[in-house]
């Protein structure tokens, strides 16, 4: 059974950093592509990173682009996002999900191309 298990939101200023985690099991880093996504309220969810190990492709949106870095530690089955200057826009219940196509890539969206998601950890970046 595929699990992906999020943790390390919380509250920071404006400018800050958190980092996330996301601990997989039920299959490995190696087998398929790995995304991040958040939600704020009222908003709909949205692709912020994906890396797919195999290929060594990774994507970021434009606006996260140079702030935040996505990571994998494959011994630690365990996916980061590294969020540095964070800002109020990044607001938001942080995700993380598999997507089981075969590809050499990985893709920002439509949320529905990924199949297994974590329940969520919350970020509020507020001074």
């Known amino acids: 059974q595929l699990q992906l298990v999020e943790s390390g939101g919380g509250l920071v200023q404006p400018g800050g950093s958190l980092r996330l985690s996301c601990v997989i099991s039920?299959?490995?880093?190696?087998?398929?592509?790995i995304g991040w996504f958040r939600q704020a309220p009222g908003k709909e969810r949205e692709g912020v990173s994906c890396?797919?190990?195999?290929?060594?492709?990774?994507n970021y949106s434009n606006s996260v682009k140079g702030r935040f870095t996505i990571s994998e530690d494959n011994a630690k089955k365990t996916v980061y996002l590294q969020m540095n200057s964070l800002i109020p826009e990044d607001t938001a219940d942080y995700y993380c999900?598999?997507?089981?196509?075969?590809?050499?890539?990985?893709?920002?969206?439509?949320?529905?191309?990924?199949?297994?998601w974590g329940q969520g950890t919350q970020v509020t970046v507020s001074s």
């Open positions: 999900a598999a997507d089981r196509s075969e590809s050499d890539r990985c893709k920002l969206g439509p949320v529905s191309w990924y199949d297994d």
């Open positions: 039920g299959f490995s880093v190696n087998d398929y592509a």
């Open positions: 890396m797919r190990r195999s290929s060594g492709a990774i």
